[in-house]
């Protein structure tokens, strides 16, 4: 899997559970959100089991920036903490939730779904039924949808003023 697969895969999972816990705040493991089974340990003494731990570092680092890109382009409000020291490593999202624009976009109805269902309701049904790539297409579809409308907006306010 490449890397905009594996970005739109994990933006489909985060939006579904923001989006099936808003308007609450939450804070996500990454290690736990993944369903990494993660031991803290120190590696000092002896390197067995060192590139296993970077490995899934790795993956958890990759959730954090798919969360990060999304807070950087005003689709979800929140902080990361990636933290590693010696027996410590703490990858999450602290305080995370959706933005005005984040539920504005799972509030688009994609062509490719039924009028009687959002993007939101979709995406926790398909994320629930372990249809990531499914909710990827999803995802990418609105996300293109919601620019060309933003674009339309942008043109329109311009041409007012």
């Not at 060192?50 to 958890?60: F, G, P, W």
Request: charged share 25%; proline share 2%.
């Amino acid at each position: 899997m490449n890397n905009i697969q594996k970005f739109g895969e994990l933006v489909a999972m985060l939006l579904a559970h923001l989006y099936e816990n808003f308007p609450r705040r939450t804070e996500i493991d990454a290690f736990e959100f993944l369903g990494i089974d993660f031991e803290h340990r120190s590696f000092l003494d002896d390197n067995e089991g060192y590139e296993e731990y970077i490995s899934k570092c790795q993956e958890a680092d990759f959730l954090l920036d798919t969360a990060l890109w999304l807070i950087d382009s005003g689709f979800l409000y929140g902080k990361i903490e990636n933290e590693m020291a010696g027996f410590y490593t703490s990858k999450k999202c602290i305080d995370i939730t959706l933005s005005p624009k984040g539920l504005e976009l799972l509030k688009l109805v994609p062509s490719s779904l039924e009028v009687s269902q959002n993007l939101g309701d979709k995406l926790v049904d398909t994320i629930n039924q372990g249809a990531k790539d499914a909710g990827s297409k999803l995802v990418s579809e609105a996300l293109t949808k919601f620019g060309s409308v933003n674009q339309l907006i942008s043109l329109f306010s311009n041409l007012g003023g």
